[in-house]
């Protein structure tokens, strides 16, 4: 059974930090590029962060560029998301998702093959 878990989510201060964790079950983590998204109440959904499948290339949104870092651990079947210096607009449900490539160095800011049920990360001023 193919299950995509996320946790570490919370209540943190303005410029404070959160590391969230994604764990794919029922597959082989390295054969998928992976990436993070999130989700405020009332807004689209929207990217945030990508990987590639052996973590070799990353991409981020604007807003996350300088304070995100998107990381991976195959042995573990495991992403990361390390978030830093958080603000109010941070606060959201936030998504990984993860899509099959047989390129290792590619990653993909669309076109997820499985999403996570979310986690909420609030940010209070």
């Known amino acids: 059974q193919v299950q995509l878990v996320e946790s570490g989510g919370g209540l943190v201060q303005a410029g404070g930090s959160l590391r969230l964790s994604c764990v794919l079950s029922g597959l082989d983590f390295s054969d998928y590029a992976m990436g993070w998204f999130r989700q405020a109440p009332g807004r689209e959904r929207e990217f945030v962060a990508a990987i590639s499948r052996i973590g070799d290339d990353t991409v981020y949104a604007t807003s996350a560029k300088g304070r995100f870092t998107i990381s991976r651990d195959n042995a573990k079947n495991a992403g990361y998301l390390q978030m830093n210096s958080l603000n109010p607009q941070d606060t959201a449900v936030y998504f990984c998702?993860?899509?099959?490539?047989?390129?290792?160095?590619?990653?993909?800011?669309?076109?997820?093959?499985?999403w996570g049920k979310g986690t909420l990360d609030t940010v209070s001023s």
């Open positions: 998702g993860t899509r099959w490539t047989s390129s290792g160095s590619d990653y993909f800011t669309d076109g997820m093959d499985f």
